[in-house]
């Protein structure tokens, strides 16, 4: 049997030099363990493997049963646990499927996950050239970390690294669209996107790293405003709803080196992906994911769910799309802003699927009457079932939001950066939070 790339039990390589111990000793111990239980049902690997992982560690050729046993365990590293905690030895089940030179659980495997993964003291990884801090966020395709990108003279930036789950790195479709999309949207500079910094594949884990936004998505700051029985206001949302139709048009344009487009579009504009910084600056995440997505085999129901909500009618058909597409997204999350209230609603993915294909909506003024005219046309133009009926750029939405805002105080991210504060001091029942 071939053994396995790496593996320290190798042929050539000395048994005592990885665990004090020889390669006959070892079989040795085996034999005799398998010999003084003959005839008893089939033993655990904790059973036949339990003493000579203590003989490793002593390095002693005492009798199994002579020796206490030891106050420390040794601690089982799991492929999913991204923060495995620190081993103080091998693991009773890598040690034992290592005295087997073909098994991938070879305790070589598992050092050299621990090299790799550098786990500290305090619970951060090394990630090739960047460590991961804390998870942030996990979806249906992915999960977030904030890490640091360390250089020389103590050089540290702080960003957001996504790392594509297993079960999509698995899948060449998938894995080929994200590359291929993520190298698009990687030249992609402006203020209201955030930036993808990096791309790479560390072990089998794809990654992006990006720029990371100290702060909250528009979904928990309008959970949070609907808790509390409020709305963020018609000029704010107006304003959050300019900055992502600003993104949106820079995208959308977006041109290569020839000067041709690029017909980069967003696919999931949706309230989880318009971050808001402390600093009251709004940026769009994720151009390009959703499209990768679309390669999967696997989709998350809950990730299913949330997509559905802003999906424009001809993708939930399964139509091509185009920035039309992206524009009836932004109209429902401008929608959501204004009424507090979902676009479309439904008690099962089905349900709400069939509703955003129908494409029928209240008027935001039925549910807010504060709504004045020039901004319910402009999200019932956004809405429009046919895309054709819609604005054909965001460039054109934007020029009707700007002169409606140009009439009205002013708002910018003072303003914006204030509201999410206060929102978020407050307790349940509107008062501040102690």
Same mark, same amino acid.
């Given at each position: 049997?071939?053994?396995?790339d790496?593996? &320290?039990?190798?042929r050539?390589?000395k048994y005592?030099e ?5 390669r006959?000793k070892?079989?040795?111990r ?7 239980k ?11 493997f339990?003493?000579?992982i203590?003989?490793f ?12 046993p030891?106050?420390?365990? !040794? ?5 999913t646990d991204?923060? &495995?905690?620190a081993v103080?030895?091998y693991s ?5 499927y290592?005295?087997?030179d073909?098994?991938p659980?070879?305790?070589g495997a598992?050092?050299r996950?621990?090299e790799a993964?550098g ?5 951060s990884? $090394?990630?090739g050239?960047?460590?991961?801090l804390?998870?942030?966020?996990t979806?249906?395709?992915?999960e977030?970390?904030r ?5 020389v ?6 960003v957001a690294v996504?790392k594509?789950l297993?079960?999509l790195a698995s899948?060449k ?6 590359i291929?999309?993520?190298?698009m949207? !990687?030249s992609?500079?402006h203020p ?12 089998e884990s794809y990654?992006i ?5 100290e702060g909250?998505d ?5 959970t949070?405003a609907?808790?509390h ?5 018609i000029?704010?949302a107006a304003?959050v709803?300019s900055k ?6 820079a !995208?959308h344009s977006?041109q290569?080196?020839n ?6 579009v967003?696919?999931d ?9 402390? $600093?009251g ?9 959703a499209?990768?997505?679309c390669?999967?085999?696997h989709?998350?129901?809950g990730?299913?769910?949330g997509k559905?909500l ?6 939930a058909?399964g139509?091509?799309v185009d920035k039309?597409?992206d524009l009836f ?8 802003m204004l009424?507090?209230?979902l676009l479309?609603s439904g008690?099962s993915?089905l349900g ?10 209240l008027l &935001?003024s ?7 005219i ?8 956004l809405l429009r079932?046919e895309p054709?009926?819609?604005y ?5 939405m934007?020029?009707?939001? $700007?002169?409606y805002l140009?009439r009205?105080p !002013?708002?910018?991210p ?12 407050m307790n ?6 102690v």
């Open positions: 049997m071939a053994n396995k790496g593996n &320290p039990f190798t050539g390589v005592e990885v665990l004090g111990v020889d006959s070892v079989h040795e085996i034999r005799r363990r398998d010999e003084a003959a005839g008893e049902p089939l033993l655990t690997s904790t059973d036949l339990g003493d000579i203590e003989g560690r002593d390095g002693s050729d005492a009798s199994p049963d002579s020796r206490e030891p106050v420390k365990r !040794a601690v089982i590293e799991t492929d991204p923060y &495995p905690r103080e030895s009773l089940l890598d040690a034992a290592a005295t087997f073909n098994d659980r070879s305790l598992t050092k996950r621990e993964s786990t500290a003291t305090d619970g990884t $090394d990630f050239r960047y460590r991961l804390e998870r942030i966020a979806g249906g395709m992915a977030v970390f890490a640091k990108q360390e250089g003279e103590g050089f540290e930036k702080t996504k594509i297993p079960h899948n479709g998938f894995v080929e669209m994200f291929a999309e993520a190298k949207v !990687a992609l500079s209201n996107i955030v930036h993808i910094f990096d791309l790479g594949k560390i072990g990654y790293a990006m720029e990371f936004v909250r528009l979904k928990s700051i309008l949070r609907r808790d029985g409020s709305l963020i206001g000029e704010l304003l709803a992502v139709g600003a993104a949106l048009e !995208a977006h290569d080196r000067g041709v487009e690029l017909g980069i967003h696919r504009v949706s309230p989880q992906n318009i971050l808001v910084s402390n $600093d600056e709004v940026k769009l995440a994720d151009f390009g994911i499209k990768a997505a390669k999967a085999s989709t998350d129901s990730s299913l769910r559905l802003y999906m424009s009618p001809e993708q058909w139509r091509p039309c597409s997204s932004l109209g429902a999350v401008f929608f959501e009424t507090g209230h479309f008690n993915e709400i699927l069939e509703r955003v294909r129908e494409g029928r909506f &935001p039925s549910l807010n009457p504060a709504v004045p020039e901004v319910e046309s402009i999200v019932t133009r079932k054709k009926d819609r054909q750029s965001a460039a054109e934007l020029a009707d939001l $700007d002169s140009r009205r !002013a708002v910018g003072n303003e914006l950066k204030r509201f999410v504060a206060q929102l978020f001091e349940p029942s509107g008062g501040r939070a």
